[in-house]
């Protein structure tokens, strides 16, 4: 499996707290309501998948496939293979979490995380940064976002954005994202519109 590889204080008088994980029953607006059903990627993408598609300032597609994609997470893997080390898998700490989608020709989404991350649905918010980093995403978001596209052009976090991680425990973890991105560098009026999900087994267990 191949796994690829902020928000600083604002300095107005309207501080936007850091990025924090909340339970999708707080964050997400009643389905009804809304006129849309969220549900799980494990509906519609067989288990080991993701697609992603790109709209805007450039235009691409993709579905991730095993062997180009899935995810690590520290708590997946066993105290005996921690110990061996230097192996397939290696010791990796629990805080350790990376989901990625790529495909050949420098295709990749990769999210990994800032911090520990909680085994159980939630929301991760993406910023812009502000300061030295105003090029890039936050670093004090608790997730980061990695995208590159044809030739290895890469792109970072334009405005903000979210995944939603809609089931996660110990077989596997699936999710949505939705974010503007933009080139890397302070390019924030060249943007496009990311989107896509995921459904990655444990495939450690």
């Not at 909680?118 to 995403?137: C, E, I, K, L, W």
Request: charge should be negative.
């Amino acid at each position: 499996m191949a796994v690829a590889c902020s928000e600083n204080p604002s300095t107005s008088s309207t501080t936007r707290p850091l990025s924090t994980v909340e339970e999708i029953g707080v964050e997400l607006p009643d389905p009804a309501a809304a006129g849309t059903v969220v549900t799980s990627p494990t509906a519609t993408l067989p288990a080991g998948t993701c697609t992603v598609t790109i709209t805007g300032a450039m235009t691409a597609t993709w579905e991730g496939l095993p062997g180009s994609a899935g995810a690590t997470y520290g708590p997946w893997i066993s105290a005996e293979q921690q110990e061996a080390g230097g192996g397939s898998v290696g010791a990796v700490p629990d805080s350790y979490f990376v989901a990625n989608c790529s495909v050949s020709g420098g295709r990749a989404v990769t999210f990994s995380a800032n911090g520990s991350i909680p085994q159980h649905p939630a929301v991760y918010r993406f910023h812009r940064g502000t300061g030295s980093a105003a090029g890039g995403q936050s670093a004090d978001d608790l997730l980061q976002v990695h995208i590159s596209t044809d030739g290895g052009t890469l792109w970072t976090v334009a405005k903000e954005g979210k995944l939603t991680i809609t089931a996660f425990d110990g077989k596997h973890v699936a999710g949505q994202f939705d974010l503007d991105i933009a080139p890397v560098g302070d390019h924030p009026a060249t943007t496009a519109h990311l989107s896509g999900s995921f459904d990655f087994t444990n495939t450690t267990g």
